[in-house]
């Protein structure tokens, strides 16, 4: 599923919430490609630490690991950077995927 952010200076960005199929396939590049050097280095730094011992191997593992969490954590730091749901849509998938907290003034069924 997609979403869009918007940032105040008027940027929107498309992001994709859940595995990452991207990073499952070519590691640490997504995240050097969309700009997020940090994670790109970290995912990197931690492949090749763990490859480096386990022949190669350790570097997949890390790469399955990353590809369910990556999306969420790119998200996040588009949110400390300024960014928002874009729309009603995006808000209530982000809340739904655990992403975002649920506004205290929303009222739940029932209540």
Same mark, same amino acid.
């Given at each position: 599923?997609?979403?869009? =952010? &918007?940032?105040? &200076?008027?940027?929107?960005?498309?992001?994709?919430?859940? +595995?990452?199929?991207?990073?499952?396939?070519?590691?640490?590049?997504? $995240? =050097? +490609? !969309?700009?997020?050097?940090?994670? $790109?280095?970290?995912? +990197?730094?931690?492949? @090749?630490?763990?490859? &480096? /011992? %386990? +022949?190669?191997?350790?570097?997949?593992?890390?790469?399955?690991?990353?590809? /369910?969490?990556?999306?969420?954590?790119?998200?996040?730091? @588009?949110?400390?950077?300024?960014? !928002?749901?874009?729309?009603?849509?995006?808000?209530?998938?982000?809340? $739904?995927?655990?992403?975002?907290?649920?506004?205290? %003034?929303? %009222? &739940?069924?029932?209540?």
């Amino acid at each position: 599923m997609k979403v869009n =952010l &918007s940032h105040e &200076s008027g940027v929107t960005k498309e992001v994709k919430i859940g +595995f990452s199929w991207t990073t499952f396939f070519f590691g640490f590049f997504p $995240a =050097l +490609f !969309r700009g997020d050097i940090k994670w $790109a280095l970290i995912m +990197f730094i931690i492949a @090749l630490v763990i490859g &480096s /011992f %386990t +022949f190669g191997i350790g570097a997949s593992v890390v790469a399955i690991v990353f590809s /369910f969490v990556y999306n969420k954590i790119y998200i996040k730091e @588009l949110m400390e950077k300024g960014y !928002r749901p874009a729309d009603d849509h995006a808000k209530k998938a982000l809340q $739904a995927n655990g992403i975002i907290a649920i506004d205290s %003034t929303e %009222t &739940s069924v029932g209540a």
